[in-house]
């Protein structure tokens, strides 16, 4: 008997039900309609305009991103002469290629070709912003807390707290706030279990995104409303939420005139993140202690013996069955970042999926990183999503970067989600909630496009989108 539309399929030992496929408007159609017409207008315009050569100027392209990034893979696993070789080397491909387009009268020919592609890409966006539904997260009243209580740490950002004066416009709305200001290391967790105690009907926090992970794992102990202030250096969580990194005092507006969210937390153990687990390379970076005064030369320093096998324990990660064997960097997401992100530098448009998405980065060669250029189908990359992640290692301890802070912790390490189990406040008027960084889905754009194939592939219980996979 074959599947219905509510059919679930199977990915590893995960069931996962498709989405429903969502009435489109008519200029959804016609843009998805455009962007396929612009993506077979810049595949013609080099061997219309250029010929055979146009054949010349793809593998021209291509060998000079190949050696791009070998080059950049190089500076990365190497250190003295060899490094910055590699640097100029990376530099200098493209600049190559530009060159030898030029003389060759053909600049104008990749131009045309770019700037088409340019403008499909745009178009398609155009046409997938229109489902709201697919990438805004649902909003709920909220009233206003009469008794929130907010956690600032002044150090925070380069002193964000003081440079906005936060404090004092946080009190002239009515919320009691707590200071990190002393000289001994603060348990934010104990305070913030201290003011739910005392009655907190809101418990906020104004610093990096560990801080927020710890008050928001309490918030959610006692199904109260968390609230975000982008105090941080990087604001990875509020910029997922839509929050203005640039503008801290506006989030206080969310102490007035706030919406609620339901968001997903990510579990490490009996510890909350509200980013990313991290294991392998990265941690043990961040495990530095040089590495909170130098990042980049901490980074650069250790990243050759990592890369190279020469340091770390071997992990090996089971993601709801699917194994992912030896992977020299490891990351768990609270939801999965935006398509082919193997950073998690990207955005996370939807943060209620009661997902986790799972990265395993395994490069032994610049042979291997030149193969990272097929994004998703590349050697050594698994990208999935799980319900649950387990980590093993040849060694009982291994270090793990927890939103961007760096802890120890026993092997083997359990990460799981609690799906909606966070209530977070924003406020209303959010300038990150819009559609210019939408998701790519190619499934979608060909049911917009000719609705009769998303029809088919609902009918045969398909999803509209190719399936995550572990390379």
Known sequence: ????????????????????????????????????????VAVAIPPVFAGLTSLAMLGLGLGAAAVTLAGAYMFLARRGVWRWLSLVACVAAPVAVIVVYAFAAL??????????????GLTARFALAGDQARWRMPENPAYPARHPFLIMNPKSGGGKVGKFDLKRKAEDLGAEVFLMNGPEPVDVAAVAEGAAAAGADLLGVAGGDGTQALVAGVAARHDIPFMVITAGTRNHFALDLGLDRDDPPACLGALSDGVELRVDLGMIGSRTFVNNASFGAYADVVQTPAYRDDKLGTTLNLLPDLLQGHRGAKLDARADGIEISAPQALLVANNP??????????????????????VGIQVDSAQQAVGLLRGRRARGLSLLTATKVEISADHPQVPV??????????????CTVRPGALRVRVPRDRPGVSSREVPMDWGRL??????????????????????PRAG
């Open 337 to 358: 970042y935006g398509s082919g992100d193997i950073a998690g530098l990207s955005r996370r448009l939807r943060l209620d999926r009661g997902t986790l998405g799972v």
């Open 401 to 414: 970067g927890i939103d961007g802070e760096a802890v120890t912790m026993p092997t083997p390490v359990l």
């Open 1 to 40: 008997m074959k599947p219905g539309r509510g059919a679930l399929r199977r990915i590893g030992s995960v069931q996962i039900k498709p989405e429903a496929v969502t009435p489109a408007a008519r200029s959804q159609r016609w843009l998805a309609r455009l962007s396929f017409l612009l993506a077979a």
């Open 107 to 120: 600049l104008w020919v990749a131009v045309a070709s770019a700037a088409t592609w340019l403008g499909a």
């Open 446 to 467: 060909r049911h917009l496009a000719v609705p009769r194939l998303g029809r088919r592939a609902s009918k045969r219980g398909l999803p509209s989108a190719p399936a």
